[in-house]
Every structure is written in C-alpha cells, then in structure tokens.
C-alpha cells in the first residue's frame, strides 16, 4: 500500500495487569479512496514491533460492481511487505513480473531490497459483482546487511500455512515458529507472525519475543484484568508466560521479533540511511525505478 506518514494516538493504561503491557496503540483511520483503513504502525511514540514498522487493517470493506481496490503502481526500497488476507482477494503485479491473485490464508511476500514497483487492483471477475475485502497489510524492515538485496517475490498458498489446536483455539503460524510449528515463510531475522480465534472464555499463552505486540482484529481480550477493545494493539514487555483470555469471542494477530533498530521512513520509502530515502525520492520523480509488467501506465506520483 501506498502511505502517508502521519501517526496514530496512543493510550497508556496502568492499572492492575499492566505488567505484561507496555502500550495500548489505538489505531487511526487513513483514507485510500474506496476505503479506509486502520493504521496502528508507525506510530509518534512506538516506530515498530521487531522488525515490523507499518500495520494496516484494512476493511472489512463492501464495494458494490464497478469499485474495489485499485492502487496504482508505486515503489518501495529496503523492506519486505506482506498481505494476509481475511476475505476476498487482490491481484498483485510488480516490476519482476510477478501476476498473484492473494486468497485468504496465503502469504504473499514482496522483498523490496534494492527497489521494486508494484500494483495492487482486481481481477475483471471480482470488480464486476459485489464484492468484499478485509485483511492485514504488514511492512518488515530489512537488517541493514540486507536493505540492497535483488528484489523478489514470493507466494505461500494458504495449505502450506501450518496450524494446530490449543486447547479449542484454532492457531497458525504465519512467519517464524511457535508452539512448536515453523513457517516455510522466508525471514530474514527473527520474525514472529500468528493468528489465532478464541471463542468466549478460552485462554492462550503466548510465545515470547524480543518485541510483541497483540492486535484484536475482532471481539475483546483481557489480560489479567485489563480490557483490550476490538482494533487497539497492545505493545507486550518481555515478561514470560502472558496468558490472554477472550471476553468475546475474537481473532488476534501477534508480530514480533528481533529489534532492528530505527528506521527512517517517507512515504513508501524506508531504510536505515536518511540519504538512501532521498535518492528513491529522486529515483521516483527521474523516473529510474522499473516499470510494472502489464500495469505500466499509471503510477502514484510522490507527494509533495
């Protein structure tokens, strides 16, 4: 997705329970046309998770024939990004040549590295009936030995995904490893990524990680006593054996992972070097970035 980088509010509890959390990051709604989303990462007082600097949560969005998503081709350098979808679907091009319909379940990952240009739009058969998109879209930081690597694509269809049950909780293992299941899914540091559904009073121990964080994606958690609301993230510290319980029932996203460091960021542009920013600005406007295979028309231009 294409961004802006204005930041989201944050609220802080420190009640009784709050030892397992750092932050509560309500998250703030940004506009792309069509739809809206909800954007807990970056924020103004917590950059990113582990290497995870930008989460979006996007729909659930009913669009009726004739509209959809449609974002023009536009670039990214020095990270990865990754879309989990919930319902619907999204076509994916990009400047390798790449052409991936995203489904729920898969994992679609884009390795920016050196430079790459992508589109995300509709196949002719989704945009030409009612239709309905929700999902997450994530942004992984590269570690610095890596931020130039060739850029690739990479697509996990959603059986390749591995899941279990804890207990009646329904859990998948989307990037890294947990409760002893590992994702085939390509890191490049320590990466956590997981959803999990938890009906009306069960409970789920989470793996621990460097940096975590929770998202309640649907319904309402509790830790200990403390109430988390459907769409906030909480920012968990490093204590051990942290225990949520659904006082709904809900579907949770977990990231984390090994910290990278900051980052800076300008609107698709991110590295570890201000100066690298500048020159995919440049690169952009001079028109030095490849062309999207088959979508080679449009583009997004850079914001002024």
């Known amino acids: 997705m294409s961004i802006n980088t204005k930041y989201a509010e944050l609220e802080c509890n420190t009640e009784a329970g709050c030892e397992a959390i750092q932050l509560v990051i309500s998250p703030r709604s940004t506009d792309l ?25 996007m729909g659930a969005a009913d669009f009726p024939a004739g509209k959809g998503i ?3 081709p536009h670039p990214h350098i020095n990270l990865a990004t990754v879309t989990y979808l919930f319902e619907g679907e999204i076509l994916h091009r ?3 040549g790449s052409k991936q319909t995203i489904t729920p379940g898969d994992i679609n990952l884009m390795v920016a590295g050196r430079g790459i240009v992508h589109s995300e739009r509709e196949r002719p058969e989704v945009n030409g009936v009612p239709h309905r998109l929700h999902g997450i879209q994530l942004w992984m930081a590269l570690p610095e030995e890596f ?3 060739d850029p690739a694509f990479y697509h996990y269809p959603s059986r390749d995904i591995p899941a279990t049950n804890l207990n009646g909780v329904s859990v998948r293992v989307l990037i890294g490893e947990a409760y002893g299941l590992k994702s085939p899914v390509k890191t490049y540091s320590e990466t956590l990524y997981l959803e999990a559904h938890l009906q009306a009073g069960q409970s789920l121990e989470l793996p621990n990680a460097e940096e975590r964080a929770i998202y309640v994606a649907q319904g309402q958690l509790k830790i200990k006593d403390k109430l988390i609301q ?5 920012i968990l510290s490093e204590a051990e054996g942290v225990v949520i319980e659904a006082s709904a029932d809900s579907r949770i996203t977990l990231i984390g992972g090994k910290n990278l460091g900051p980052r800076f960021i ?3 542009f991110i590295s570890s070097r201000k100066e690298r920013v500048e020159q995919a600005k440049q690169d952009w406007l001079a028109g030095k970035f490849p062309k999207v295979v088959d979508d080679e028309i449009e583009f997004i231009p850079l914001p002024k």
């Open 33 to 57: 046309g069509d739809f809206s989303v909800r954007r807990t990462l970056p924020n103004k007082t917590r950059q990113s998770v582990g290497p995870w600097i930008f989460f979006d949560h």
């Open 70 to 72: 449609s974002v023009r």
């Open 94 to 96: 990009d400047s390798l």
């Open 147 to 149: 931020e130039e690597i």
């Open 230 to 234: 459907q769409y906030d993230m909480v």
């Open 266 to 268: 300008e609107w698709n």
